[in-house]
């Protein structure tokens, strides 16, 4: 579907937690004619039907690839995110995907050739695509304000204290401590996507380690650990295909507060990230300024007369609204006071999968930047099993021009 002038409809596959979020922004969006709800849970999903006012309904992934709807939202178990999305895509759907978008080599180069052979678009919702951090820094870069990148970190903290525990309860049920160990690289995409979408270069090497968990419960180091991985905590140290350095750390018991961050340090300028605040500083040292501010999410009143947004609110509990770098005059005027979370990135990925169902355009989350967010995790975890050799990270290649 390419013609600008043209609806689309959306099935949303998974009408959980993390689809509440979702749900009332592809329903508003103006280029959405309808959505179709999926779900096994067929309880959860008369209740999801009711609350959210959308009468159709699907009870599985194969009745929704049946029907004639144009695109497919995929909000399900991580581990399904790779298999879901290639059945849709064959069944000639468009696909959106929550993160991550495999968990394996095999599964995300399926994805890729499956994309490539059905020419249908294919999306991952990388939410820290459009933390404001990730935005400022495109912006400096695209000025050629750091000069050449040196080195830059990512890191995604997330202690399993902070509600990782009730997720996998809900996930697996009583078999959850079995699936709780799952290697802390699988899922680096919310660190390694703000380094690779500020300066396009991408991981060719990879070095992993890991810290083995010494906590009581014993989740990741027990003999039942389906993953048979020992690390709660893992970094990677990465050769770029520009010639910097990265290091990424996936961190799940650690004590910290929490956080989805980065720092990036170039010849000429640096931004840096701590728990205190955000810094732009310049090697001339006359520049040495407290970003914090302009980078902090909030409610931000924009003029109607504009067309666009008056107001953007978060209703998750995660973050609120956006930042003042957020670009919300392109947002569509009917997302206003809808949520908006995980620092104001929610409303953009929809928007801009949305979009390019519609006109046909390639999105930025495309499946060659979703691999190339993943599979450096997936090969540093094999190194870190391996004491950390140095390992190569197979590349899919650019999005089609």
Request: aromatic residues 8%.
């Amino acid at each position: 579907m390419n013609n600008k002038n043209s609806r689309i409809r959306v099935g949303i596959v998974g009408v959980g937690s993390f689809a509440q979020c979702f749900i009332p922004l592809f329903k508003a969006h103006p280029l959405v004619e309808n959505i179709v709800l999926c779900d096994l849970d067929s309880k959860k999903l008369a209740e999801n039907s009711k609350k959210h006012a959308v009468p159709d309904t699907c009870s599985s992934l194969d009745e929704l690839c049946a029907t004639d709807v144009d695109a497919v939202a995929i909000i399900t178990q991580h581990h399904l995110h790779g298999p879901q999305a290639v059945q849709a895509l064959k069944a000639g759907k468009h696909v959106y995907s929550a993160v991550p978008s495999a968990i394996s080599l095999p599964e995300i180069t399926q994805l890729a050739k499956t994309v490539e052979a059905t020419g249908r678009i294919y999306m991952i919702g990388e939410t820290s695509y459009y933390y404001p951090c990730a935005i400022y820094c495109r912006e400096r870069f695209r000025k050629g304000d750091f000069g050449h990148i040196v080195y830059a970190e990512g890191e995604y903290y997330h202690d399993f204290d902070h509600g990782l525990i009730p997720v996998f309860k809900a996930r697996h049920g009583k078999d959850w401590e079995k699936y709780a160990g799952i290697p802390p690289l699988f899922y680096p995409t919310h660190s390694t996507s703000m380094i690779v979408s500020v300066t396009g270069a991408y991981a060719t090497h990879v070095s992993g380690m890991g810290f083995v968990d010494r906590h009581p419960d014993n989740l990741f180091a027990r003999a039942d650990n389906v993953w048979k991985n020992p690390f709660s905590n893992e970094t990677m140290l990465c050769r770029m295909s520009d010639g910097s350095i990265a290091r990424i750390s996936e961190f799940r018991r650690i004590g910290h507060p929490g956080t989805v961050g980065m720092s990036m340090y170039g010849t000429e300028a640096s931004y840096e990230e701590q728990v205190g605040g955000q810094m732009w500083a310049t090697k001339d040292r006359k520049a040495c300024v407290d970003v914090s501010a302009i980078l902090a999410c909030k409610s931000i009143p924009v003029s109607d007369d504009a067309g666009i947004m008056s107001k953007v609110t978060s209703s998750d509990g995660t973050h609120h609204g956006v930042s003042d770098v957020h670009p919300v005059g392109r947002l569509p005027k009917e997302f206003r006071g809808l949520p908006n979370g995980h620092a104001g990135s929610h409303q953009f990925l929809v928007h801009d999968f949305v979009t390019a169902c519609v006109t046909g355009k390639t999105p930025p989350n495309n499946v060659w930047a979703a691999a190339r967010y993943l599979v450096p995790g997936l090969i540093a975890h094999e190194s870190a099993l391996k004491g950390g050799v140095l390992l190569e990270v197979p590349d899919f290649g650019d999005a089609p021009a």
